[in-house]
Each structure stands twice: as structure tokens, then as C-alpha cells.
């Protein structure tokens, strides 16, 4: 049993936050919360006052193979990936380099409050296969899978049909479901890198194994272009819906340049969206049309994105979510930006367990500062998303078991 005393911040819908001055946390042995209610004279582990504890945040587009690319401002997006991207990920073929990374990947998650992340893994099976070993030792709870590629990319990144979905499906046996907290997912990487024969080998594995899959979609204008030309498909949408890529566990990045009908279609499949603003405006790939997503009540998540995006930490990318709505010209409320990045986020990932800080709900936490005068349901999702001075949260908790401390020397692993 572990007893926390703090400010609670925490989504109950879309357009509801519920924020308590001062409650206890109380979290079981199985690391699920069991009670939130007022201090009543019980005994507590720590008194976090006057930081706010919130829901883990939810990352749900970013690349592992990428850390050490953040910042790297060569875009548009084709010029990016061969001058600066595909390079990086070739060297994810030597173990050491994955192991060192993996490490730092799972340590900038911690650290940033994310608890859960729907991740693009490195094409090489091995590295792959690292990274979970590495999610698995920081206790954190994770999407992941190897990028598929064979087509239209340096030769060494490319792996055929023929030994990248065997691989998958051995990652599949090994991780699908360890601990309850990590799932393998199937990743075209998107549509210029893929054969026809990959996106359909892949859109068969994730419903006969009923995996998520996920893949970059619409996000440049050159690329829509290459690849309508390269399938000889009237759109985007229609590769993918081919491959019976879209369906209700599919989850599409960027989405930034779809028509009218291609929403339609998205949103009748039960697809769900990653925005992913702060990488759409570092590589000058555009706006996400949020209007479009709201009007089909289509399931919105977002990604750092990382490396296109700037940032590991999850309230940054709300706050550049923001920026996007207004650039639009349909405005969002922050208890929204903050549906988006916890519960919201969760549930178009497909975890019902997580993203709120109710009774039953597993204790993914963080504990970050808030100024005093943020201290009412108005003020207190504005702070928390767009004080960008505001240091990185004192402590991140999964399940109850604290995976970085601030203070207390940074990570327990
Ligand atoms: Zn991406």
C-alpha cells in the first residue's frame, strides 16, 4: 500500500478535468489505485503538495532509432529522412549501439513523465528485440515493433517480406503481452518504403493476430504525390485500405493532407489518428486539420514524434497542438489538449486501464510542479501545458513503481 498526498489533475471526459486542492492517492499492492478521497488523518508516504500528480502521459508516435537525431533541422520530410535519418537507423545493425540507445530512450521517456508509448522500432530484428528488453528492465508500458522496409530506401535498412514478418511474429510470441504492459505492433513504415507484398503481409499479420498497426500517412505533399504515383491508387488512403491496413486497431500518423473522402473512409473504418504538431511545424509538413477529426469524433492521439519533434515530453506537444488548432482556425480547450495526452490518448491506443486517476485505474502517475496561483480547475491544465520554463516532473510512476526520480537519483532500473 502506498498512501500519496498531493494535488490531483486528472481527465474524466473530453471536456471535463477534475482538479482536488489536496486528496490522497492510495495505491494497492497490485498497483492499482484504490481510493482518491480527502485527507482524512491516514498515515502518508509522501506529501507532494504543492506539486500536482496527473496521469501519465501518453506518446503515441515516436522512433527509437532517432535520439540522437533530435534537433536535426533538415527538413522537408524526403530530404530529412535520406540526408539524416536513414543513416542514423543503419547503425541500429550493431547491438552495442541499439543496447546504448534503448537505454537512453527508456530513461528520456521516464523522465519526461510518459508512461506509455506507441513506438516505431529499428528495422533490424535484433535492436528490436533490445528495446523491449530495455522497456521491459524500466518497468515502462509500451507499443512497439520493428519498421518494415523494403523498397526505396539505402539497401541495408531493406529486410523482404519473406524475413521481416517471420521476425515480427517471433517478437510477437516473445513480447505480445509480457507483464501486461507490452504489446507488439505491426509498422509499415509508411507507403515509399513498403512493396505492395510487405503492406499486405502486414495488414494480414495485424488482424489474424489482432496487433495494432501503425504507419506515417499524408504527411508531406511530395509524398502523397510519390506514393499515389508509385501504387497508381487515386489517393493515399486506398494503399493501406488494400493491405487491410485500416481497421479499427490502426493507428495513422500526421494525417495532414487527406481529402473529404478519404476522412470519410478513415473514420467509417474506426481508424485513429496520431497528430503530431510539434514535427509537422519542425518540418514545415503543415497543418493537421483538426476540424476534420472532431467533426467524425475520430479517436485523436498525439506523438512527439521524436526525432522530427523536438521533445520527449508530452505537454510540449500540447501546447504545439494548440498552436496547430488556432493556426486553423478551430481553437481547443486545454482540458482537451490534456484528454489527448492521457486518457484520450490511451483509449485510441486501445488501453482501457490507464490515463486517469480514478478508483480501479493502474497508478501510471507523474508528480510535476505547479505554480500556486495555479491552484483551480481553469488555471491548472493551462500550466501544466503550456509553462514551458516549468522544470521536467519530479517523479514517474507505472503501475505504482517508480521509474524516475527527480530527486532521488534518477532511475531506479
Ligand atoms: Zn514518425
Given at each position: 500500500m502506498?498512501?500519496?498526498r498531493?494535488r490531483?489533475?486528472?481527465p ?8 482536488l ?6 495505491i494497492?499492492?497490485t ?7 480527502p ?14 500528480l496527473?496521469?501519465?502521459?501518453v506518446d ?6 532517432q ?9 522537408p520530410?524526403l530530404d530529412?529522412?535520406e540526408?539524416e535519418?536513414f543513416?542514423e537507423?543503419?547503425?541500429f545493425a ?8 534503448a537505454?537512453?530512450?527508456c530513461?528520456?521517456?521516464?523522465a519526461a513523465?510518459?508512461?506509455?508509448a ?10 528490436t528485440d533490445i528495446l523491449f528488453?530495455?522497456l521491459?528492465?524500466?518497468?515502462l508500458?509500451?507499443i ?6 523494403d523498397?526505396?530506401c539505402?539497401?541495408v535498412?531493406?529486410l523482404p ?5 517471420p521476425a515480427?511474429?517471433a517478437?510477437?510470441?516473445r513480447w505480445h503481452?509480457?507483464?501486461g504492459?507490452l504489446q ?25 493476430r489482432?496487433l ?11 509524398e502523397c504525390?510519390?506514393a499515389?504515383?508509385?501504387?497508381g ?6 494503399i493501406?485500405?488494400?493491405a ?13 493532407h ?15 489518428v ?11 509538413s ?5 476540424e476534420?477529426?472532431?467533426?467524425r469524433?475520430?479517436?485523436l ?11 520527449f515530453?508530452?505537454p510540449r506537444?500540447l501546447s504545439?497542438?494548440y498552436?496547430?488548432a ?6 481547443v480547450?486545454?482540458?482537451r489538449l490534456?484528454w ?17 486517476i480514478?478508483?480501479g ?11 500556486e496561483w ?7 491544465p ?11 516532473p519530479h ?19
Open positions: 502506498l498512501v500519496l498531493a490531483v489533475l486528472s474524466i471526459d473530453p471536456n471535463t478535468v477534475r482538479f486542492d489536496d486528496a490522497l492517492v492510495v494497492g499492492g498497483g492499482r489505485i484504490v481510493d482518491v478521497r485527507p482524512d488523518g491516514t498515515p502518508v508516504d509522501a506529501d507532494l503538495r504543492p506539486g500536482v496527473t496521469p501519465g502521459f503515441a508516435h515516436l522512433h527509437y532509432p535520439v540522437r537525431k533530435v534537433g536535426a533541422a533538415t527538413g520530410l530529412w529522412l540526408g535519418i543513416p537507423e543503419a547503425r550493431d547491438p552495442e549501439h541499439a543496447r546504448h540507445i537505454e537512453v530512450f530513461r528520456s521517456l521516464a513523465g510518459t508512461t506509455l506507441l513506438v516505431y522500432g529499428s528495422v533490424h530484428p535484433e535492436a528488453q530495455a521491459d528492465r524500466a518497468g508500458r509500451a512497439a515493433g520493428p519498421v518494415l522496409m523498397e526505396h539505402p539497401e535498412l531493406q517480406p519473406d524475413q521481416a514478418l515480427l511474429e517478437l510477437a510470441d503481452g509480457h507483464d504492459r507488439v505492433a505491426v509498422i509499415p513504415r509508411f507507403a515509399l518504403s513498403c512493396s505492395e507484398a510487405m503492406l499486405a503481409g502486414a495488414g494480414r499479420l495485424s488482424r489474424e489482432g495494432l498497426a501503425t504507419a506515417h500517412l499524408a504527411e508531406n505533399p511530395e504525390a510519390l499515389r504515383d508509385r501504387f491508387t487515386p489517393d493515399y488512403l486506398t493501406y485500405e488494400q487491410g491496413l485500416v481497421h479499427d486497431r490502426s493507428v495513422f500518423a500526421h494525417c495532414v487527406l481529402s473529404d473522402s478519404e476522412w470519410d473512409r478513415f473514420a467509417a473504418a474506426g481508424a485513429r496520431a497528430h503530431c504538431p510539434d514535427s509537422n511545424f519542425f518540418l514545415g503543415g497543418h493537421m486539420p483538426v476534420q477529426v472532431e467533426r469524433k475520430i479517436p492521439c498525439v506523438g512527439t514524434d521524436v526525432a522530427a519533434g523536438r521533445t515530453r508530452v506537444i504545439s497542438a498552436d496547430n488556432v493556426a486553423v482556425g478551430t481553437p480547450d486545454p482540458r490534456l489527448w495526452g492521457t486518457r484520450g490518448g490511451a483509449l485510441a491506443l486501445g488501453e482501457t486501464r490507464v490515463g486517469s480514478e478508483r485505474m493502474s497508478a501510471d502517475l507523474v508528480w510535476s510542479d505547479l505554480p495555479g491552484d483551480n480547475v481553469d488555471c491548472a493551462a500550466w501544466l501545458l503550456f509553462d514551458h520554463d516549468a522544470p521536467r517523479r514517474t510512476w507505472v503501475r505504482g513503481r517508480v521509474v524516475w526520480d527527480r530527486e532521488g537519483g534518477g532511475y531506479p532500473w
